[in-house]
């Protein structure tokens, strides 16, 4: 499900970039010094774009330093939920995975690893168990397509606080993500004992103010424990070298108190005290955001993301949890100037 692209205040950013500066080229698309192993927000389902579009994107990811894609695919998650039986299922899932596998298949000649990207508000709600689903379904996927067309990890895009009333009573709505989120890494420790899938890849989308500081919700209490959100979550997935978050430490600025370095360091020095093995990505956004336009770098050219880019880099490249930054999203970095 795309995610609004309206924020609440106190809600961070997603980024995707990786470490070092490199030099990259494509024909059409000129040279430009970037970071490498950037990652990319595709909110267009595979099938929805034409095949020449399809190679023009993937082109321009690889000419900019990007290496994975985070690809919605909230229609096959969709499919799969339709009660066995129904009419039309079957064939709707067979046509939505071979349009999976092709686009995969694309991307992964374009050296472009995808991930399967899907979420929601309610995730956390009566529709927990989604999550699962989803990572179960990608799972599945990947034991019936060649090696060229697997999914290499999936990405849970799941904001609760968006929804009217979360912030009334933010320790529960806490408490109840991570009851999901340990629900999610249950099954998705299981997939990883099949050969298949033993590098599969797992990722949470999480708001830099998951760490509890300044005016953010506080510490929660969960698994006889008290602390920050983000912590919690660091704990839960910190013995997998395969998953990671992303954190949305939202800003068009890298420095002061309220840039994107400031925003991402707690959860950069949790994990690193904790020996996390887990990874952390620096998200950051390009798409509108009207009224909160310091969290988005919409309207300024890519230049500028760049350096901020290579800031955060500096910044944090010393952690081996380093992951590199995300940017949501594909259109908007494209439509940016140079």
């Given at each position: 499900?795309r995610?609004?692209?309206?924020?609440l205040?106190l809600?961070a950013?997603?980024?995707?970039?990786?470490?070092?500066?490199?030099?990259a080229?494509?024909?059409?698309f000129?040279r430009t010094?970037?970071p490498?192993g950037?990652?990319?927000?595709?909110?267009?389902?595979?099938?929805e774009?034409?095949?020449?579009?399809?190679?023009r994107?993937?082109?321009?990811l690889r000419?900019?330093?990007?290496?994975?894609?985070f690809?919605?695919?909230g229609?096959y998650?969709?499919?799969?939920?339709?009660?066995?039986?129904t009419?039309?299922r079957?064939?709707?899932?067979?046509?939505?995975r071979?349009q999976?596998?092709?686009?995969v298949?694309?991307a992964?000649d374009?050296g472009?690893?995808?991930?399967?990207l899907?979420?929601?508000?309610?995730w956390t709600?009566e529709?927990?168990?989604l999550?699962q689903?989803?990572?179960?379904?990608?799972?599945?996927?990947?034991?019936?397509?060649?090696?060229?067309e697997?999914?290499?990890?999936?990405?849970?895009d799941?904001?609760p606080?968006?929804?009217?009333g979360w912030?009334?009573?933010p320790?529960?709505?806490?408490?109840d993500?991570l009851?999901m989120?340990?629900?999610?890494?249950?099954?998705?420790?299981a997939a990883?004992?099949?050969?298949?899938n033993?590098?599969l890849?797992?990722?949470?989308a999480?708001?830099?103010?998951?760490?509890a500081?300044?005016?953010?919700p506080?510490?929660v209490?969960?698994?006889?424990?008290?602390?920050?959100?983000?912590?919690h979550?660091?704990d839960?997935i910190?013995?997998?070298?395969?998953a990671?978050?992303?954190?949305?430490?939202?800003?068009?600025i890298?420095g002061?108190?309220?840039?994107?370095?400031a925003?991402a360091r707690?959860?950069f020095?949790?994990?690193?005290?904790?020996?996390?093995?887990?990874?952390?990505?620096?998200g950051?956004q390009?798409g509108?955001?009207?009224?909160?336009?310091k969290?988005t770098?919409?309207?300024?050219?890519?230049?500028r993301?760049?350096?901020?880019a290579?800031?955060?880099t500096?910044?944090?490249?010393?952690?081996?949890q380093?992951?590199?930054?995300?940017?949501d999203d594909?259109?908007?970095y494209?439509?940016?100037?140079p």
């Amino acid at each position: 499900m795309r995610r609004a692209t309206a924020v609440l205040t106190l809600t961070a950013v997603l980024v995707v970039a990786g470490a070092g500066l490199a030099r990259a080229g494509t024909s059409g698309f000129g040279r430009t010094y970037v970071p490498r192993g950037m990652a990319a927000y595709e909110w267009h389902q595979a099938g929805e774009l034409p095949d020449t579009e399809v190679a023009r994107r993937l082109r321009f990811l690889r000419a900019n330093g990007f290496r994975t894609v985070f690809l919605e695919v909230g229609d096959y998650l969709d499919a799969a939920e339709l009660a066995p039986g129904t009419q039309g299922r079957q064939a709707l899932l067979t046509r939505i995975r071979r349009q999976i596998q092709h686009y995969v298949a694309m991307a992964s000649d374009a050296g472009i690893a995808v991930h399967a990207l899907a979420g929601g508000p309610g995730w956390t709600g009566e529709l927990r168990y989604l999550g699962q689903e989803l990572v179960q379904l990608v799972a599945d996927y990947n034991l019936e397509v060649a090696s060229g067309e697997r999914l290499q990890g999936v990405q849970l895009d799941i904001e609760p606080y968006t929804l009217e009333g979360w912030f009334d009573d933010p320790a529960t709505g806490l408490a109840d993500y991570l009851t999901m989120a340990a629900d999610v890494v249950g099954t998705y420790r299981a997939a990883l004992e099949g050969s298949v899938n033993r590098h599969l890849q797992l990722g949470f989308a999480v708001p830099f103010w998951f760490d509890a500081r300044g005016e953010a919700p506080g510490p929660v209490d969960f698994d006889g424990a008290t602390k920050p959100a983000v912590h919690h979550l660091i704990d839960l997935i910190g013995d997998l070298p395969g998953a990671y978050l992303v954190v949305m430490a939202y800003r068009d600025i890298t420095g002061t108190s309220d840039g994107s370095i400031a925003h991402a360091r707690d959860e950069f020095r949790y994990a690193a005290a904790t020996g996390a093995r887990t990874g952390l990505v620096v998200g950051q956004q390009y798409g509108p955001a009207p009224g909160e336009e310091k969290i988005t770098f919409d309207g300024q050219p890519r230049s500028r993301f760049r350096r901020a880019a290579a800031a955060i880099t500096t910044a944090f490249r010393r952690y081996r949890q380093f992951r590199g930054l995300s940017v949501d999203d594909l259109d908007a970095y494209m439509a940016a100037d140079p």
